[in-house]
């Protein structure tokens, strides 16, 4: 069984700077397509915050990002990094790590990683 696990979240004031990591391992994996990385608040849905293809050709950011964030990838390690710097409060949410997988059988899923929580506080 394919999992995704999400680490480098955690708590930090305005303006401040966090990475965050998600690798894929687990059951058979061919070949993975896009990656990213969503959040959501509680009581709300869940939203893209970046996402970007295989080769990296194209990465698409959520307007709310404005620059601050950086998504990145090592497909030979299967891992997806989103680097966000000058946090705001706003940016507070459980980011879940998303990867769209070919697997066993050439049959291609969306896994989801269970999220790491991010806090931007004073």
């Known amino acids: 069984q394919v999992q995704l696990v999400e680490s480098g979240g955690g708590s930090v004031q305005p303006g401040g700077s966090l990475r965050l990591a998600c690798t894929a391992s687990g059951g058979y994996i061919f070949k993975i397509n896009d990656m990213g990385w969503y959040r959501q608040v509680q009581g709300k849905e869940r939203e893209m915050v970046a996402r970007?293809?295989?080769?990296?050709?194209?990465?698409n950011y959520a307007d709310f990002v404005e620059g601050r964030f950086t998504i990145s990838r090592d497909n030979s390690k299967n891992m997806v990094y989103l680097q966000m710097s000058s946090l705001k409060p706003e940016d507070t949410a459980v980011y879940y790590c998303?990867?769209?997988?070919?697997?066993?059988?050439?049959?291609?899923?969306?896994?989801w990683g269970r999220g790491t929580q991010v806090t931007v506080s004073s």
């Open positions: 998303y990867a769209d997988i070919i697997g066993l059988g050439y049959a291609r899923d969306d896994h």
């Open positions: 970007m293809t295989r080769s990296g050709s194209s990465k």
